[in-house]
């Protein structure tokens, strides 16, 4: 929670409160001198006056109320409605205008004191039409008892100040009317900000159209200047003699932000040295030069009116072009003359221009973003239908991203990125087009795609920029991707179906094309149906008692005996038949479904072996989705509890793939499961990124050597050397070694001879179900 006062010595930029304070004081003082010579003048010269007075009093005014806002600078992310705070200038402006005419308007005591209430209350409405408009990511509330007293105070003041106006030849009208009138605004804002509370709130956002902070303090600082410098500028000059009031004024002009220029019948007759800064001309070189001839360009040639902003270029005297925008009104100085302020928008564009690359480029590769790319896209189908031609559609996702970014960290993952795009934009002619979409998603379009060897070159083209390797810290990466390819208008009618289909393709090619460009075919799309069909099968079978637990025996290579067996799944699909493990479990995976499938895997054959005569180890298989919801050790030890296996029984395998993404989680569930008694094997060994490290993390109590060693043997020279090595390994680690995969009977001897503990597979037995292996545990279990 944030109170405004309150925060004043810690939120408050005090260098802004002391501008404030400087521009209420001198603001008020020349206001109230203004009004003072409105009320020596008569007829038109006295709604000058008047005019005048109010515009320095109401800028004033909220200049000091906005300055004083934008000293206060909360940690939370603030901006100001450009309509309400413009308004708020303009109600300050016309009610305090208002306000001096009525104090004006005869002698007697009523009027001045009318007109001073209105003041008090013109400040008020202003101020408080300035807080609506303040935006900031959080509640604002607000104390009625200082609303009011804010309010009271500034009418008094108010009153009070006209009072002493009336007065202008004694120290109360000198002084006593400026410092009363700056104690009307001061007391106003100050009480005003007493009553408000900022409650910050996440859910609250500052919009996008909210006038930034620099903003506002430039566009302040510049209209008080002006407001100011004019004000000041007409006081003096009618004051003093005519020679020294034009220097006197000319001295004021030369002092303003913008760049001031006074043209009379189209010709200029003068200017002041903020333009000749501007635009490096000299004063005698433009005096009697058309501004709108060579000088200044508008856009649309919109004639510049009183209170209208136009935009326009500048011309400067080395040729360059300055954007720049006007503002007009008639000059008092000299009859018939406009003045015109000339303000540098070249800051302010640049700033656009930012904004507008962040909107259509992807600001770490600098390629063309997510919208850019749906924009060129519907461009390129726009065309293509109107012209009847055809064009192609590239899905790239890259390949081993990921690894280099769990290696090596985001700032190598950063670096791949940006270099990717840097290998695309070089690899692209013409009007080729690439963006990146998202993460390590890139699409590119072929246009005018005639034959499927021109889309393939593009691919190929491509492909070879992004193979080449490139260094991180000494270390070389090696990133390729993965390519689909959509035809339009042959393989879809629109955008989003272009877009689906291209990434089948490209799923295709990640599994199957080895490196290679895949084009998309209409049976993708037919096996992406029979996949998401599976899925929402898959979601039935659970609750329908369609899965079955097969087990497969490990054997003891020293004596042959059983020591235990390996629970694994079975699906009978009520149409399908018998679906193998390795086709839904990955669905399961990317579904989530495996969390739920792999809690009754491991209820039920912790039931099972507990129902067994003998104490058979029984292995169950974890999938690294499960790691991720966290309450795997208090699954496993209330499924121990509620079967009344021993922990001693249950060896849980997990994959070294768990520990790649996320080592510090995992490797922190493990040691919760195995503080429960149970043991933890790690499976699939040898086929990993890291084995040697990984046994290093966590003590592991078994290895699995990975079937494919096995099946390699006798074929691949080095596929007995790795066996022995893993072997050798777990020996000198003291931790056992199981095979899987024993398939034949020189397996069987290979193993034996090398010293291996443990062994499963076909030739030591095949899985099958608990009834065909134990009938009567089934029936007890049953």
């Known amino acids: 929670m944030l109170k405004v006062l309150t925060c004043l010595t810690v939120d408050h930029d005090l260098r802004l409160v002391a501008i404030a304070a400087a521009i209420c004081t001198l603001g008020s003082f020349v206001a109230l001198r203004l009004f003072m010579r409105a009320r020596a003048s008569d007829g038109a010269l006295r709604r000058q006056w008047l005019l005048l007075a109010g515009t320095a009093a109401g800028t004033a005014t909220w200049a000091t109320h906005f300055l004083a806002m934008l000293a206060f600078a909360p940690t939370l992310p603030t901006g100001y409605d450009p309509f309400l705070t413009t308004l708020s200038l303009v109600i300050a402006v016309g009610a305090l205008t208002t306000a001096f005419a009525i104090a004006a308007w005869s002698s007697t005591s009523f009027h001045p004191r009318l007109g001073g209430a209105l003041a008090g209350l013109g400040i008020s409405a202003m101020h408080y039409t300035g807080m609506a408009g303040f935006r900031v990511a959080g509640q604002v509330e607000w104390d009625k008892g200082y609303v009011v007293a804010s309010v009271v105070a500034s009418v008094l003041l108010g009153m009070l100040a006209i009072h002493f106006a009336r007065r202008p030849d004694g120290?109360?009208?000198?002084?006593?009317?400026?410092?009363?009138?700056?104690?009307?605004?001061?007391?106003?804002?100050?009480?005003?900000?007493?009553?408000?509370?900022?409650?910050?709130?996440?859910?609250?956002?500052?919009?996008?159209?909210?006038?930034?902070?620099?903003?506002?303090?430039?566009?302040?600082?510049?209209?008080?200047?002006?407001?100011?410098?004019?004000?000041?500028?007409?006081?003096?000059?009618?004051?003093?003699?005519?020679?020294?009031?034009?220097?006197?004024?000319?001295?004021?002009?030369?002092?303003?932000?913008?760049g001031l220029v006074i043209v009379k019948d189209g010709r200029i007759i003068d200017v002041n040295t903020s333009f000749e800064e501007l635009t490096g001309y000299r004063r005698d070189q433009v005096v009697n030069r058309g501004l709108f001839d060579t000088i200044l360009t508008l856009e649309d040639d919109v004639p510049v009116l009183d209170?209208?902003?136009?935009?326009?270029?500048?011309?400067?005297?080395?040729?360059?072009?300055?954007?720049?925008?006007?503002?007009?009104?008639?000059?008092?100085?000299?009859?018939?003359?406009?003045?015109?302020?000339?303000?540098?928008?070249?800051?302010k564009k640049m700033a656009e221009g930012r904004i507008h690359y962040l909107a259509h480029f992807d600001s770490l590769?600098?390629?063309?973003?997510?919208?850019?790319?749906?924009?060129?896209?519907?461009?390129?189908?726009?065309?293509?239908?109107?012209?009847?031609?055809?064009?192609?559609?590239?899905?790239?996702?890259?390949?081993?991203f990921k690894e280099a970014n769990d290696m090596f960290g985001h700032a190598a993952g950063d670096l791949v990125l940006a270099e990717i795009a840097r290998r695309f934009t070089a690899s692209l002619k013409g009007a080729e087009f690439a963006a990146r979409f998202g993460g390590d998603e890139f699409f590119a379009i072929l246009p005018d795609a005639g034959r499927p060897e021109q889309v393939m070159d593009f691919a190929d083209r491509i492909q070879t920029a992004l193979r080449a390797p490139m260094m991180f810290e000494g270390n070389e990466i090696h990133i390729g991707a993965s390519v689909g390819i959509a035809l339009f208008p042959a393989d879809a009618a629109d955008a989003p179906e272009l877009m689906a289909n291209a990434d089948l393709a490209m799923y295709r090619a990640k599994d199957t094309a080895a490196g290679r460009a895949c084009f998309f075919e209409p049976g993708m799309d037919l096996q992406m149906r029979e996949r998401r069909s599976l899925a929402r099968d898959l979601r039935l079978a659970l609750a329908q008692g369609e899965f079955e637990l097969y087990y497969q025996?490990?054997?003891?290579?020293?004596?042959?005996?059983?020591?235990?067996?390996?629970?694994?799944?079975?699906?009978?699909?009520?149409?399908?038949?018998?679906?193998?493990?390795?086709?839904?479990?990955?669905?399961?995976?990317?579904?989530?479904?495996?969390?739920?499938?792999?809690?009754?895997?491991?209820?039920?054959?912790?039931?099972?072996?507990?129902?067994?005569?003998?104490?058979?180890?029984?292995?169950?298989?974890?999938?690294?989705?499960?790691?991720?919801?966290?309450?795997?050790?208090?699954?496993?030890?209330?499924?121990?509890?509620?079967?009344?296996?021993?922990?001693?029984?249950?060896?849980?395998?997990?994959?070294?793939?768990?520990?790649?993404?996320?080592?510090?989680?995992?490797?922190?569930?493990?040691?919760?499961?195995?503080?429960?008694?149970?043991?933890?094997?790690?499976?699939?060994?040898?086929?990993?990124?890291?084995?040697?490290?990984?046994?290093?993390?966590?003590?592991?109590?078994?290895?699995?050597?990975?079937?494919?060693?096995?099946?390699?043997?006798?074929?691949?020279?080095?596929?007995?050397?790795?066996?022995?090595?893993?072997?050798?390994?777990?020996?000198?680690?003291?931790?056992?070694?199981?095979?899987?995969?024993?398939?034949?009977?020189?397996?069987?001897?290979?193993?034996?001879?090398?010293?291996?503990?443990?062994?499963?597979?076909?030739?030591?037995?095949?899985?099958?179900?608990?009834?065909?292996?134990?009938?009567?545990?089934?029936?007890?279990?049953?």
Request: net charge neutral; aromatic share 8%.
């Open 365 to 400: 590769t600098g390629l063309p973003n997510r919208s850019s790319f749906l924009d060129r896209l519907a461009s390129e189908i726009r065309e293509a239908k109107e012209r009847d031609k055809s064009f192609a559609l590239l899905s790239f996702d890259l390949d081993r």
């Open 553 to 782: 025996p490990q054997s003891r290579l020293t004596d042959n005996l059983t020591i235990g067996y390996e629970a694994l799944i079975r699906w009978h699909h009520p149409t399908r038949g018998l679906i193998p493990p390795a086709e839904f479990i990955p669905i399961a995976e990317e579904t989530g479904l495996i969390v739920q499938i792999g809690e009754w895997v491991l209820r039920q054959a912790c039931a099972t072996a507990a129902s067994w005569a003998e104490p058979y180890r029984i292995a169950v298989n974890l999938s690294p989705v499960q790691f991720s919801h966290g309450a795997l050790p208090e699954t496993v030890h209330a499924i121990l509890v509620e079967t009344g296996l021993s922990p001693k029984r249950l060896e849980l395998e997990v994959t070294e793939s768990l520990l790649i993404s996320d080592p510090d989680t995992a490797l922190h569930i493990l040691r919760r499961l195995k503080g429960l008694g149970v043991s933890i094997a790690m499976d699939d060994f040898g086929t990993g990124y890291s084995s040697l490290s990984t046994l290093q993390s966590f003590p592991f109590d078994k290895i699995k050597i990975d079937r494919s060693f096995l099946d390699k043997l006798g074929k691949h020279r080095k596929a007995a050397s790795i066996i022995r090595a893993v072997l050798a390994l777990g020996r000198s680690l003291e931790i056992p070694v199981l095979a899987e995969g024993i398939e034949t009977k020189a397996h069987l001897d290979f193993l034996r001879q090398e010293g291996c503990d443990e062994a499963q597979g076909y030739f030591l037995g095949r899985p099958m179900p608990v009834g065909m292996m134990f009938p009567q545990a089934a029936a007890g279990v049953a």
């Open 171 to 258: 120290w109360r009208g000198r002084y006593g009317a400026g410092l009363a009138f700056v104690l009307a605004i001061c007391s106003l804002h100050f009480t005003g900000m007493a009553a408000v509370t900022i409650l910050p709130d996440p859910l609250i956002d500052v919009p996008l159209g909210a006038v930034p902070k620099h903003v506002m303090v430039f566009f302040i600082a510049a209209a008080s200047a002006l407001v100011l410098t004019i004000g000041i500028a007409a006081y003096f000059a009618d004051k003093s003699a005519r020679g020294e009031g034009q220097a006197r004024l000319r001295r004021l002009a030369n002092a303003a932000i913008e």
């Open 307 to 347: 209170a209208v902003k136009s935009e326009g270029m500048l011309r400067g005297a080395d040729g360059r072009l300055i954007p720049v925008e006007l503002l007009s009104k008639p000059a008092d100085s000299v009859a018939g003359s406009r003045v015109y302020s000339v303000r540098d928008l070249t800051e």
